[in-house]
């Protein structure tokens, strides 16, 4: 990927468990923003998080920025079949015209 | 709330044939973002437009071209199509440039070269 690592690829859990994915950057950056795709389907935008912002919160979403690590968290709780998709994190980057997409986190939720 | 609108939602053409994708932003959106999926991959970005003007380049092939007219929308016309050009196509549109504002994407085009 040409900006951000995401961690893990594929993720599988029982329902009802938390997810957490990771996702690391290399440049700076405005902002962060996290999406989601079902297979195939476009992208559903879930947050976006500021640089000067550490944590966000919407609904079962928790979001942290460390800039200092160039790092971003999604985490979501109590997890239902439907949370089953891809999740995407993207940045601004050297832009702030554009956003560059991490590989994206497979998470899978096991009834 | 109105969303992205993206047209056609399947498109279906042979090699070396010509495609035309068009994006109608959400109202008052006035920056046009256009990616491109491959199977498995993660979106890539092609080019944008702020203001009727681009505003930045990604990996966008020479083939392609796209332009944002006076209403905003936008087109993404693809020349010579060749098979790697098989892809998801997604337009997003935000107001003001990505650094401030979130970008909301269409439901995409799905092109199939064959």
């Known amino acids: 990927s040409q900006q951000g690592e995401e961690d893990p690829q594929a993720l599988s859990i029982q329902e009802g468990e938390n997810a957490t994915m990771n996702c690391s950057y290399k440049?700076?950056?405005?902002?962060l923003q996290w999406y989601r795709q079902n297979s195939g389907r476009g992208l559903v935008h879930l947050i976006l998080i500021r640089s000067n912002e550490r944590e966000k919160h919407s609904g079962r979403l928790r979001v942290t920025l460390d800039t200092s690590k160039k790092s971003s968290s999604l985490l979501i709780t109590a997890s239902r079949a439907a949370d089953t998709a891809s999740y995407f994190c993207a940045t601004d980057g050297s832009s702030a015209s554009k956003i560059i997409f991490g590989s994206g986190t497979r998470l899978s939720i096991r009834p | 709330a109105a969303g992205v609108i993206q047209s056609p939602r399947h498109l279906i053409k042979e090699k070396r044939e010509t495609a035309t994708l068009k994006c109608y932003p959400i109202?008052?959106?006035?920056?046009v973002y256009w990616y491109q999926q491959g199977p498995g991959q993660d979106p890539q970005f092609l080019i944008s437009f702020y203001e009727k003007m681009q505003s930045d380049k990604g990996s966008i092939p020479d083939r392609f071209s796209a332009q944002q007219f006076s209403d905003y929308h936008s087109e993404l016309n693809m020349s010579s199509l060749e098979l790697g050009d098989s892809a998801l196509y997604f337009c997003?549109?935000?107001?003001?440039?990505?650094?401030?504002?979130?970008?909301?994407f269409g439901p995409g085009t799905r092109l199939t070269v064959l």
């Open positions: 109202p008052r959106h006035d920056t």
């Open positions: 997003a549109s935000s107001f003001g440039t990505s650094g401030t504002h979130e970008q909301f």
């Open positions: 440049t700076s950056i405005n902002n």
